[in-house]
């Protein structure tokens, strides 16, 4: 069965303390991991898509990296303004999505 | 443009009454999805449309029901309200196309079932 566990569940950081959020995955024929951003009472904000091994992308201080079993998003130098949920999620060649439980990140000023 | 709307944004009921949480793009998208977000647990898929008069089945349909009558709307309708239904509920859509483009997301309900 597919599945996606991310880790870890919570995370603190100070200003400017660089770090790495991890998503692990096992499915049938990856299409496509997605990376989305959840604000409390808001619901998720897309950020990247990664279609295949070894493919990265960046947006301001955020940068997705993606291997056959897991992704990291990269968080350097974060500012309080990054303070959010992290959801991965996964598309197999059957259609399904799977989204992973998430990582809460704070960053203290 | 609003992009995906939800309504209400909160709810309560009884055990055993019915309600419908509504959902409404204006993006002209072709696929729209529901899911529920549970502490601790990931997104999970209930009901999901490709397009005006089809709909299928996701990974928790029991208890719910859906119809796409317009592009525009998708509701989701709760038949008999019980506890374990106590989540928050969030719609979401996409452009027709490959299937693993981003969905776009409401703000959610959150509904409390006593």
């Known amino acids: 069965e597919d599945q996606v566990t991310q880790s870890p569940e ?14 692990s995955y096992t499915v049938s024929g990856l299409r496509g991991l997605f990376w989305y951003r959840q604000d409390p009472g808001k619901g998720p904000e897309f950020l990247f898509t990664l279609y295949s091994a070894g493919e990265e992308k960046e947006k301001e201080r955020l940068k997705a990296t993606l291997t056959k079993k897991e992704s990291f998003l990269h968080i350097t130098a974060p500012k309080p303004e990054d303070s959010a949920t992290y959801l991965c999620a996964v598309q197999a060649k059957n259609n399904d999505m799977r989204f992973g439980a998430g990582t809460r990140l704070t960053v203290k000023p | 443009n609003a992009g995906v709307t939800q309504t209400p944004k909160f709810q309560v009921l009884k055990t055993g009454q019915s309600m419908t949480l509504q959902c409404a793009q204006d993006m002209n998208h072709e696929y729209m999805s529901w899911y529920r977000q549970d502490p601790g647990m990931g997104l999970r898929l209930i009901h999901y449309s490709v397009g005006a008069g089809i709909t299928d089945q996701g990974e928790v349909p029991n208890g719910y ?21 106590t989540s928050v509920y969030f719609c979401a859509s996409r452009p027709r196309g490959p299937s693993n483009q981003p969905q776009h997301f409401g703000d959610g309900t959150r509904l409390s079932i006593l």
């Open chain 1, 10 to 23: 919570a995370l603190r950081l100070q200003e400017g303390e660089s770090s790495s959020l991890n998503c």
């Open chain 2, 65 to 85: 029901n859906v119809s796409r009558s317009t592009t525009e709307d998708f509701p989701l309708r709760l038949l008999s309200a019980a506890p374990s239904q």
